[in-house]
Every structure is written in C-alpha cells, then in structure tokens.
C-alpha cells in the first residue's frame, strides 16, 4: 500500500481522492491545506479519520514520510509544492496544468530527474475510451498515415468566478486537454504554431473566449484548432469534435457516442475516389481509461513497478509548450516554433 499525502482540499480534490481510493493501493497519510476544515471536510467525507491534518506541507511529509504527493494547488502554488515534495524524497502526481510557466515547468521536470522521483500530471483527457479507440484505429493503418487533425470546441458554459476575469482563459484554463489529446493521437510533438485569440462582442470572459490555432507536429502532420467560450447553440462535446484525415480515408469522432471511418476503395466515380465505410473496433481491453482513475492507475503502477506513467512531467510538458505557444503567437502576432524533443522555443531572438 503506498502512503500519500494530498496538498490541496478544494472543488477539485475530491475527484483526485476518488480516483487514488478506486486503485486499491493508496492510503493517504496526510491532508493539507490552508484552511485546516477544508482538510478536515475531505477527511469526514471519505473516512480518513486517522490522516494528519496540516497547513505547514514540509512539517506534515516529515512526520507522515509518505510515498507521493497528490498536488490539487493553484497552479500559481505548484512550484512550490512540487520543489517541497521532492526535497521530502517524496514522487508527485499533480492535476493540470503541470506548471504556471514553461520556465516552471522545464525547472521540475529538472528536479525530478535530479532527485531520482516521478512527477507526473493529471492529464485526463487521453484516458477516454474514444481517444484510446482512435490512437489504436490510427496504429492499425485503417485510414494510412495521418495527415492532419482539426477539432472544434464550441460551448458557453457561464462559469462566473475567476475564469470570467483571467486573461487566455479558453487556451490556458480548457485547451490544453484538447492539444494533449491530439498530440497522443498523433504520436509526436509540437514543432510550430501560429494562433490567434479574441473576444467576440457577446463574450462576457475578460480575453480570450476565441481562439484559433494551427499546429506543425512534424512529418508534414497539421494540427488545427477551433473553439469558443461563448459559442451559444448547437454546442460540440466538452471533448471536441474531431477530425482525422489519413493518406487514405478519415475517421470523424463528435466527442461524445457517434464515431466513423471511411477509406478509398482503389476504384473512381466521376471526380472522387470512392469510399467505403471501416468498422472501429470497440476498446481494447489492454488499453487503460477512466480518465482522472486511468491516471492514478497508472501513476501507481509505474511506481510500483520502477517505471514512468504516460503523462511524466519531462512528457507531458511538450502538451503544455502547445498552450504556451499558442498564447505567445497570438500575444505577438507571429509564428513561434519549437524543438520538438526539449519544448524549448527556437524562435526567440
């Protein structure tokens, strides 16, 4: 069983427990947060009557001596935390995003492999059945290579708080689940982007409920994005619509139940090739979903097994360059590339 500490007791724990608990292999030692009876509410609510309840992160993993960190902050106070539990010795799973800053994030992923320790991310989004359907669909070679892969995200959900008053709210606060999602599909990174942001005149966000990006991930393979904030009617799935175009057919995926492929049959009608339709397996069952569950699975695996999860923060900051990028290029008006392999930028004078 391995001992964990959760940092962090707000809205979003709750789900984060939930998925720790439903593993099996997780007793959390520890709750801390800055108001104790946070802590202590999470406590009642799922019987940890006997976790430490703490506002001081450091005193609490030195008498606790957990194995991981669960790290639900801010991302304002995610540097910290994380730079804290690796000192304590301790591996870290933290929820999205998995820094403030791309500088924060290359600084972790660079205590991490300094202090010999996990930390990973709860990017959720690639554990759902149909992103997990399609990245087998794409391997199989059904619909040939990929060519390129456009989703549109277009909702209005009315949020009130601090998501109607921060700035880059669609890119920073909703797409990177998207990017990350695509960039697993894909199998490769960023290597440019060129994005636009703005605020259309029925917007009641503060900046940037619009947005628009296109993203180069190598080997000629086109990645665009469209979506909204304050899109009202006929609204996509939280997923995304997608499309994914191969050398030799296409899969459309509307987020949600409705998933199909069509590819050429080799033979021509008039001015198109004909198609027909190509049968998406359903899961398989070696692949792991569940979404915030399937990341704590394989969080906890990996540990126990001395390996890295999917989502390990020296990989799961090439989804985060995405979000960073696209801001840059819409803040400046230029395309802005990347070193695939490292998520540094290479366009910067």
Sequence with gaps: MLRAVLVGCGAMSKTNIEAALATGDVAFVGLVDLDPEHARKRAREFGLLDAEIGT????????????????????QARYGVVTTALNHGCHVLSEKPMADSLASARALVEAAHRHG????????RRYLEGVRRIRRFVESGAIGAITSLHCDFFLAPHFGGFREAMEHVLLLDMAIHTFDAARYIAGSAMEAVYAREWEPANSWYRQGASASAIFELGNGVVFTYRGSWCADGLRTSWESAWRIVGEAGTLTWDGADEMRAERRTGAR????DVSEPVPVPPLDPRDRVG?????????VDALKAGTEPETVGHENIKSLAMVFGAIESAETG???AFDPRTAQETTRP
């Excluded at 001081?56 to 606790?64: G, M, N, Y």
């Excluded at 009608?269 to 198109?272: C, N, P, Q, S, T």
């Design 269 to 272: 009608e008039g001015l198109f």
């Design 56 to 75: 001081d992160l450091a005193a609490t993993l030195e008498r606790t001596r957990p194995d991981f960190v669960l790290d639900v902050v801010v991302p």
């Design 334 to 336: 230029r395309r802005v």
């Design 291 to 299: 979404g915030h569950y399937g990341v704590a699975r394989d969080f």
């Design 117 to 124: 320790r996990l930390h990973a991310v709860v990017q959720n």
